[in-house]
């Protein structure tokens, strides 16, 4: 039988261990890793092959030749361009007249192959996609099949939120010869994205296969870790070369030519390659040793990946560590957790390289040395670095002024040499620090600066949407967690970056070896002093002056001692409002506000705004994109309510069509919006999916649940200065105060609740979810809504933390408690 191994990738996250060789070459338990997926097809009878090559294929080709040695017969096409995973499979159309399996060549995996194949031929598929379960579906593409095993839905890389399923593509599949011509020549298209929704959408026999057994793509340093662990612990069934021993318990591999000291101590499960040669009273531990390597007398190995010909001097301590080809470790020398030391390095005696540090390629450490920080450009990140368009850590523990500046330095390289960026920052002095910070390392890109300092963020969007910049960013202290700074980024559009930019972002970042600008070439730093007044008269020029001016507002405002003090005082001025201010000065102290400090603000609020009789009180959040609401009467307005209420006046009062609002807004918008015979889009839960709706989609207002609103004629994104003016002027057309307005939707009761739930159980229970609201009227959006008369609930799974959330909503308050048990006991069950 026929298969293809897709051999072109990059292996940016796996680097260093790819920086010189190819990822399906990078050594996996004694071989390439590559060898590890060509001796599992070999064992299910696919001895035809071909390779898709792309980055360095000569070290594939070297190494495998015409495939003789491993019982294949092996060709190999290399592309031109990088086509995509359909598009490079076509490209080798030609050795593929028969039905054939394509599997990566840099996962691990003992998948019954044949089985595979036997249920493809049983189903009469044309595609059949190989699938398991994970606990952590996100980094793959969630598939749901019928009873039938046909699948009905996919998404690649989605969020907790778009998880309907722990069942992944593999990433194997089975095609007919045919399904070739589906896909264009020389083109960029891939099976997922393209292929596979197109025979989705036609109705053709896509099938999904759940096979048993075991897979890992290797994709990152935290996984090529795991799945070394994986294999020493038996989960998974690879060839080890070499005679299995006993020595006290402990299984030992060990090939051809390995010499043994006196005392030596095993554990767990060793493989040594060829020629290894240990000296007396060793200690190894879980780990593998690559070829004509030498472990000096005493040396300790434990849970550590060795790779061919190193030396490890006498005394050496290696923990949880990587060692890669021809690297000398000096005696004494101590390498902690997840410490690289690539090809060709020096560790002198004595030395100390401490956890997460990369040392780069035919670097020399010199023996004595500490090192706490990788030789390239700092210290590592062990996990994802953005969640959305956002960085977060805890300031000068995870974001350090050394992981600013290198992150800067990657923004810049994504940016290029000569652009401009935008940044402001919130009155913290920990955000001054890290807006510094990030600030060199775009002027060492090459980029030039413009330093709005002390800005919230709705005029960084404005300046961002009309100016020439590139691209932006504001530093905060962030309004969840005191001890975390927020960096958010932003496109030459003010909008909150896509995920494909923070990905190139990201990628860059874990690289560590994108350039720097030469001497001549640094970027430079400018402050411009105009922003603040082009964004004034823009605000002025999009609100209606004379119904606001005709009411003589009094209100009282809270800034919440954030940056809005130094810009708003002037517009209200402008529109003849009498305006108390509160907390109206920047406060660095205060830019954190925990849950009590915000009612016990709010209900000050109100009484302010009952003691002086004023129309209504306002509260804005430290960033100005968010606001509180409190009535003529005192009454803090929740900002689900807020919602309907802007609702109903923008509808009654204006020509709409569409309206955007988030999955978890309440049932109460579409009431209000089929009186007025307007659709309603909703979105998932989050501030950028509320701005893609309303630049792409022709929507006319957007009404988030958390306080946000985007009205046209102005602003992209959320922007509190501006709603609290379109809600004057708004309810000035209306003649009515906020607190008299009333609608149906004040019928629905809504009740909310948190279910806690293991990270490794979420995508199960989304599984469970999708299973069991199988058709029910619902909504795949963030999370599942289903549907009834006058009921709905929303079961969506935190991003953050471990816990499920409940919304029911109801025109009978019992029916909603009703909903909130049943989920909660059925998320309950389905975990265990």
Known sequence: MKSVIMAGGFGTRLRPLSLNIPKPMVFTAGKPMMEHIVNLLAKYDFTSLV??????????????????????????????????????????????DERFLIISGDVLTDFDLKACIDFH????????????????????????????????????????????????????????????????????????????????????????YVASGYWRDVGNLDEYAKAHQDILEGKVQVGIEGNLLEKNGAKLWADRNVHLGENIEFGGTVILGEGVVVDDGCKIYNSVVGKQCHIGKDASITRSVVWNNVKIGASASLNEVIVCNDAVIGERTQLNENAIISENSVIGDDAIIKANVKIWPDKKVESGATLSSSLVWGETWNRELFYDSKISGIGNTELTPELAAKLGAAYGAFIGKHH?????????????????????????????????????????????????????????RSPVDDKVIDVIFFDAQGMDIPESQSKSIERLFFREDFRRAQIGETGRIDYPQRAIDIYRQAFLNAIDLDAIRSMNYKVVIDYSFGGACDIFPSILGELGIDAVSLNAYPDPAKQFQNEQEVEERLYQLSSIVKSLRAHIGFMFNPAAEKLDVIDERGRHVPPDKMLLLITSLYLSLNKVKTIAVPVAASMGVEKIAEEYGVEVIRTRNDHLSMMEAFHNRGVDFVGGTRGGYIFPGFQLGADAMFALVKILELVARAKEPLGRIRGDWERYTMLKESVPCGWGKKGQVMRN????????????????????????????????????????????????????????????????
Not at 58 to 78: A, L, N
Not at 797 to 811: C, G, N, Q, T, V
């Open 121 to 208: 031929i049983e189903k009469k598929a044309k595609a059949t996609m190989v699938l398991t379960r994970v606990e952590n579906p996100l980094q793959y593409g969630v598939v749901i099949t019928d009873d039938n095993d046909k699948i009905t839905r996919f998404l690649e890389k989605p969020t907790w939120g778009q998880v309907f399923s722990d069942t992944v593509n593999t990433g194997i599949y089975i095609l007919e010869p045919e399904v070739l011509d589906m896909i264009p020549a020389k083109t960029e298209y891939d099976f997922s994205k393209d292929l596979f929704p197109k025979m989705l959408e036609e109705g053709q026999p896509l099938y999904g």
């Open 420 to 476: 401009n960026v935008l940044c402001c920052r919130d009155a913290s002095l920990s955000a001054r620090m890290i807006n510094r910070a990030i600030n060199c390392g775009l002027l060492s890109a090459g980029v030039n600066v413009q330093d709005l300092q002390m800005l919230p963020i709705p005029v960084l969007r404005y300046e961002l949407k009309y100016g020439k910049a590139s691209g932006g960013f504001h530093v905060r």
């Open 51 to 96: 390779s898709l090559l792309y980055f360095q294929a000569d070290d594939i080709r070297d190494y495998f030749k015409d495939g003789s040695k491993f019982g294949v017969s092996m060709e190999y096409v290399m592309a031109a361009a990088d086509y995509g995973t359909a598009g490079s499979v076509k490209n080798a159309q030609r050795f593929l």
């Open 769 to 832: 979810l999708i299973n069991y609201t199988e058709g029910k009227d619902r909504q795949l959006i963030d999370g599942v809504r289903i549907l009834e008369e006058d009921t709905a609930i929303l079961v969506w799974p935190d991003r953050k933390a471990a816990y499920f959330h409940l919304i029911a909503e109801s025109d009978d308050r019992d029916r909603a408690m009703s909903l909130i048990n049943e989920y909660r006991k059925r998320i309950e069950e389905w975990q265990s």
